[in-house]
């Protein structure tokens, strides 16, 4: 029996060889030694960890394969969210894209990280000191399960970083997906054993990394590459994407051999032309590329819209395509309001699935492509996921095909159904009361820039809907402390907190309330401009009731007549409010359920301060002028500032460029200040901001 001093040593030596190989193999497919050397080696590791299983370290070579089963798997809270892309679908959306970066950054060209998207299941792993802690699904972006134990399966993810100069905590993003050959591989190994194979390698990967049983996922040829950062502390990593991945690559982590970096969406477009030709011969499925801006710090200024970053686009592949008939069209409301027409399809295999439903997007798609029930129809799988019905055969037409009607009513609450002139989606005017907007309004309505009711968060929501306990924003102010505190997970403290919280929201601003609302285009500014004009609910109410009563007593007029009447119109006559957002205002107000919402909410006890006599145009201190904050103020919170400005006719942007007119800086400023330095733009502290005000 080996000592143990020279136990430890030599499986230390062991250890960091059988690692080498592991790279060389799995990472670099540059394998220095035969498979028969390899074998040697491992199996003197396991059999020194046999004699001193003292010496058996998480991240050994010989510990991949083996645990127990799982009960079920456990949920992981992504420290950074985890989000999904905007999707890009032609050379014109490409050069949108790059637009609206160069517009954002007042930059002549940007520079890209360009990328196969694999088509497979998104995964975190957090590295700790250098050894694999965890692996996480991407889930809802928020929250994903723990699949650490099958994670560790995988070959080609190191269980321990190589080198050095990793930080204490590192969270990379990557990619598992299943090679081509190993899922034909797989399939003809089932189909010798008569066993049910598989559709397509992406819906085998992801079956494969959720599997409980760790040793089921272990026989499956699933692979790893990484391509960003999660998160990382020290944050002592390079400042450009491209960078950070020659660290991966210098850390052991597989990095994807075709990624470039490129310049402008030209560059983009030649990336991904060329990667689409040689599309059949990669080893693995790829559904498009993914351009990703190369500068952090550019990242970080351009940020994020919804669920998506702004700095980087998804460029789709064109997608497989079939025939088949169109039966029928249903209408689904969505969490927006808006209604989207769903085909129902006689069945057909499309894209690596059967396909019976599929979206015609919008009533603009439907009347452009002039669908019809009974046609033939082509259905393809936008993007390989989603499918959609691409066009109509016209050949194939029968002469009972029925055009597709826009229902005036909202099949679910059975409000008007607003479609504004040139607009394609068409809106249930039923916002605070309609069951299919409930959650999203309920959630908007609570929001922190709206009713700011701290701790109402979206699953206390789900729980309040589900258990039927509310149904619009007004059946908030009804609850109890009882109803609270018999929640799951709430105890007596935290039902008070809420209590409180929601007492204290029923001291608000117009406009806070009016944004809280929910109204359709009706944003922050929009809110504060009505505010200013109306200064009061009544009138504003008055005014676009008004307004929709005459909208539809001139629908018959042609539209350039009918247009010179309602521009007179005082609803039109605020700052910002065209045709479009007049319409969603008065169908709002006009819809007798939503007027007994804010009824109930008067009475529930919501109110603010009375409006000031409305200023004289130009009386305003900051009309025309945009500021940006940065830093923390010595006596107000960001929030009220921005309220503050707003209320004076200012507007608020989020970065700084040529037109601003000027930056506020409070304690711990940021890039924005150097920015404003850079530019010349000038530079108030609180005080100056207030002497401002008053000026």
């Not at 370290?57 to 394969?65: A, C, E, G, K, L």
């Not at 099958?150 to 050095?164: F, V, W």
């Not at 499309?350 to 396909?355: D, E, F, R, T």
């Not at 989020?654 to 150097?674: M, N, P, Q, W």
């Amino acid at each position: 029996m080996t000592s143990r001093r020279d136990a430890e040593k030599r499986l230390h030596t062991l250890r960091e060889q059988l690692r080498h190989h592991n790279h060389r193999y799995y990472v670099l497919d540059d394998p220095e030694v035969p498979d028969a050397e390899y074998d040697r080696l491992m199996r003197e590791l396991q059999s020194l960890e046999t004699e001193h299983p003292e010496f058996v370290t998480p991240d050994s070579p010989s510990q991949r394969v083996g645990a127990a089963p799982l009960a079920e798997f456990g949920e992981v809270r992504h420290a950074v969210p985890m989000l999904s892309l905007e999707n890009a679908f032609s050379e014109d959306d490409l050069q949108g894209f790059d637009r609206r970066i160069r517009e954002r950054l007042e930059a002549e060209e940007v520079e890209y990280t360009a990328e196969p998207k694999l088509d497979g299941l998104a995964i975190s792993l957090r590295y700790e000191q250098g050894m694999l802690v965890r692996g996480a699904t991407r889930g809802d972006g928020s929250t994903g399960e723990d699949v650490t134990q099958n994670i560790r399966t995988i070959k080609s993810i190191p269980l321990h970083l190589l080198g050095k100069g990793w930080p204490a905590v590192l969270e990379v993003r990557g990619e598992v997906y299943m090679p081509k050959k190993g899922f034909e591989e797989l399939n003809k190994r089932l189909a010798a054993k008569g066993e049910k194979t598989y559709v397509n390698p992406r819906n085998t990967a992801a079956g494969s990394l959720r599997q409980l049983d760790p040793r089921i996922t272990a026989e499956r040829p699933l692979e790893f590459y990484a391509y960003g950062l999660g998160e990382v502390r020290p944050d002592s990593l390079p400042k450009r994407q491209s960078a950070i991945l020659e660290k991966f690559r210098e850390w052991g982590l597989r990095v994807n051999r075709e990624i470039a970096q490129v310049k402008g969406a030209a560059g983009c477009f030649a990336y991904y032309q060329k990667l689409g030709a040689k599309r059949a011969k990669l080893p693995y499925e790829i559904d498009g590329v993914v351009y990703k801006v190369d500068r952090l710090d550019w990242q970080q200024e351009l940020g994020f819209v919804a669920r998506a970053p702004r700095w980087a686009v998804a460029h789709k592949f064109p997608a497989e395509e079939m025939m088949t008939v169109l039966k029928s069209v249903d209408f689904q409301v969505g969490r927006t309001g808006a209604l989207t027409p769903t085909a129902r399809l006689e069945p057909v295999f499309v894209g690596g699935a059967n396909v019976s439903n599929a979206t015609l997007h919008n009533m603009d798609e439907v009347e452009r492509k002039d669908i019809r029930i009974g046609d033939t129809v082509i259905v393809r799988r936008a993007g390989d996921v989603i499918p959609e019905v691409a066009g109509v055969v016209l050949a194939k037409r029968p002469k009972d095909a029925k055009r597709v009607k826009l229902p005036k009513k909202c099949p679910v609450c059975g409000s008007e159904v607003m479609r504004p002139e040139g607009e394609a989606v068409a809106r249930c005017s039923g916002g605070l009361f309609c069951a299919a907007q409930r959650g999203q309004l309920v959630r908007h309505f609570a929001a922190r820039r709206a009713m700011d009711i701290e701790g109402f968060g979206e699953k206390l929501i789900d729980q309040l809907i589900e258990k039927g306990l509310v149904h619009t924003p007004a059946d908030i102010y009804k609850l109890d402390l009882k109803t609270f505190a018999e929640l799951d997970r709430m105890g007596e403290k935290s039902a008070q907190n809420l209590m409180d919280a929601i007492e204290k929201s029923k001291t608000t601003t117009l406009p806070r309330f009016l944004f809280a609302l929910g109204i359709p285009d009706v944003g922050e500014t929009t809110a504060a401009d009505l505010a200013r004009h109306f200064a009061g609910l009544d009138k504003l109410e008055e005014a676009a009731i008004s307004y929709e009563k005459q909208r539809l007593k001139h629908a018959e007029l042609p539209p350039k007549d009918a247009e010179k009447l309602l521009k007179e119109l005082e609803l039109r006559q605020v700052e910002g409010i065209g045709p479009v957002v007049a319409e969603q205002i008065g169908a709002f107000f006009n819809q007798p359920g939503n007027r007994k919402v804010i009824a109930e909410l008067y009475k529930a006890g919501i109110h603010w301060p009375a409006a000031p006599k409305r200023p004289a145009p130009g009386a305003q201190s900051l009309a025309g002028k945009t500021l940006v904050l940065t830093g923390t103020l010595p006596s107000m919170t960001r929030d009220e500032a921005k309220d503050l400005i707003l209320s004076h006719g200012g507007k608020v942007a989020g970065s700084v460029s040529k037109k601003t007119d000027y930056v506020v800086a409070g304690s711990e400023a940021g890039s924005k200040l150097t920015d404003a330095q850079k530019l010349g733009v000038a530079v108030l502290d609180e005080a100056g901001l207030l002497k401002l005000l008053q000026s």
